[in-house]
Each structure stands twice: as C-alpha cells, then as structure tokens.
C-alpha cells in the first residue's frame, strides 16, 4: 500500500533553517511528481513546492520562492524541502502529497491522491 511519511519538523527561530523529508512507499516513486503544502492554524491547506517525477523542473508558491528549495532523490524513494531563512508566517503542519502523474503538480488539493500525516513546523523566538 501507499505510504508516504514526513520528518524532520520541529522547532526553529527566525531566520533558521530545517529540511524535511518524505519517505514513499507503495508505489514506483520516480514515475510521480511530487509535492508540499502546509496548513496553519486557522488556516486551509496552502500548496508550497512541487517537483517533476523526474526533477526536471521545480515550482514553488510566491510565499517560499526564494526560501524553500524542493529535491528528491529516486533512488532513495524520498522528496526532501530545505527550509531556509525561515518566518513565525511558515509555521504550520506540513505534509507530503503524490501526483497522479509523472508532472501534475496542482494548488487544487484534490489533484492528488495520496497523502502523508504531517510534521509540524513552529518558527518561534
């Protein structure tokens, strides 16, 4: 079955850094493209970054470009998302999504059809 596990939350000042990674299974990961989103509290899901099944491209939301840098290594089966410079506005849940293909990479939640259970970020002083 499909699982997808996120690490690598936890808590970080502004201005500091965090990678996360997700870790997939079930499925021929380097055939999928890849993507995070984030929910904080009050808020609904906001996507964050997305990569090919492949790596051939990135995009990212206009609140992280800059930031945030997404990667996956296939051979390893995970995406990571290095998190830098980071603001009190990036704390939220976040968690790994799968494509339903090889390069759909969507805002709309319902684009795809696997998720992780998330790992929290809290950027605090």
């Known amino acids: 079955q499909v699982q997808l596990v996120e690490s690598g939350g936890g808590l970080a000042q502004p201005g500091g850094s965090l990678r996360l990674s997700c870790a997939a299974s079930g499925f021929t990961f380097s055939s999928y493209a890849m993507s995070w989103a984030r929910q904080a509290p009050g808020k609904g899901l906001e996507w964050v970054s997305g990569i090919y099944s492949d790596g051939s491209d990135t995009y990212y939301a206009d609140s992280v470009k800059g930031r945030f840098t997404i990667s996956r290594d296939n051979a390893k089966n995970t995406v990571y998302l290095q998190m830098n410079s980071l603001k009190p506005e990036d704390t939220a849940l976040y968690y790994c999504?799968?494509?339903?293909?090889?390069?759909?990479?969507?805002?709309?939640?319902?684009?795809?059809?696997?998720w992780g259970q998330g790992t929290q970020v809290t950027v605090s002083s």
């Open positions: 999504a799968k494509g339903a293909g090889p390069r759909l990479i969507s805002v709309v939640p319902t684009q795809y059809d696997y």
